[in-house]
């Protein structure tokens, strides 16, 4: 048995420096009763992230710039609740899918995975992970102003590959695809 608690959240100060950045300070009290008065944490709203999968069998993921990394990154189709703009969840992923990859699907359509945590220490963010099958290419990409993304289409064993060599570094994907690798194919 643990003997770890929880710290106790004394107090937080919305700290942001943009609209963009939601960023709290925040004062905790350590079990041991010591005070931790600037321990500062992102809360960013959870995202989405989608594993579309093709009739054929091809896993979709898409190739984009990604500034905090610096990089061009591969990763699976992914966007930002926004409680303002969006009903839901699974309606952000419907939404997202189709705004990068082109490929509009049903609600009943997406299986709803899990969650998990992205930066346990530093942000609130948790990532909601979709699956969905036998997908098409029947819409057109739809994408913001500040994006340009391309499509790629893998293999299972392809997928494998990329992130074996390094090719796919993001930790999300990563993630993602290694739990529905492991529950679903």
Avoid: C
Avoid at 7 to 34: H, I
Avoid at 88 to 116: C, M, P, S
């Amino acid at each position: 048995m643990s003997n770890l608690k929880k710290w106790t959240l004394l107090a937080t100060e919305d700290v942001s420096p943009s609209q963009w950045f939601p960023l709290e300070k925040r004062k905790y009290q350590m079990p041991n009763g010591k005070i931790v008065d600037d321990f500062y944490v992102t809360t960013l709203e959870d995202s989405v992230h989608i594993v579309p999968i093709t009739k054929e069998g091809k896993i979709v993921l898409i190739r984009m710039y990604k500034q905090g990394a610096d990089e061009i990154m591969i990763q699976f189709p992914a966007g930002r609740f926004e409680a303002k703009k969006h009903k839901n969840k699974l309606e952000t992923a419907q939404l997202e899918l189709e705004e990068e990859t082109g490929i509009k699907v049903k609600a009943e359509d997406l299986e709803y995975v899990g969650k998990f945590a992205l930066m346990t220490t530093k942000a609130s963010e948790y990532a909601h992970l979709y699956l969905v099958r036998n997908v098409e290419f029947n819409s057109q990409q739809n994408l913001d102003d500040n994006e340009e993304i391309e499509i790629l289409q893998l293999w299972p064993d392809e997928v494998d590959q990329y992130i074996l060599e390094g090719k796919i570094a993001d930790a999300p994907a990563i993630t993602n695809w290694y739990l529905i690798k492991n529950k679903y194919l």
